[in-house]
């Protein structure tokens, strides 16, 4: 049974920095795209960042609003998945999923999604 758990999520002040952490159980994880995404208060669920396997490539990839500011990495010997978040903005505020991706689909936008954890507040105050 595939897992996600995300973890690290809190109250940051707007020019603060979090890292978000997503601990996988249930397949081999080094084997698929990984990533986060983000739902505001009555809104859509956007992409925020993935992470590639190696066998592609092990590259990140970054929504326009985060590039420069936050960074995917992963640890495959321990099944995790972390987004540091820096130089953090009011509109960062929201809940923080993690996904893995379908075998061999890049995990770019939520119909690439297979699994998903419950998701972690992040709230940033100005």
């Known amino acids: 049974q595939v897992q996600l758990v995300e973890s690290g999520g809190g109250l940051v002040q707007a020019g603060g920095s979090l890292r978000l952490s997503c601990a996988a159980s249930g397949r081999t994880f080094r084997n698929y795209y990984m990533g986060w995404f ?10 925020v960042a993935a992470i590639a396997p190696s066998w592609s490539g092990g590259g990140g990839y970054y929504a326009d609003s985060v590039k420069g500011r936050f960074s ?27 996904a893995t991706g379908r075998f061999g689909t890049a995990l770019l936008t939520i119909d690439a999604a297979d699994y998903w954890g419950r998701g972690t507040q992040v709230t940033v105050s100005s």
């Open 38 to 47: 983000r739902q505001a208060p009555g809104k859509e669920r956007d992409f």
């Open 72 to 98: 995917i990495s992963r640890d495959s010997t321990r099944d995790t998945v972390y987004l540091q978040m820096n130089d953090m903005k009011p509109e960062d505020t929201a809940v923080y999923y993690c």
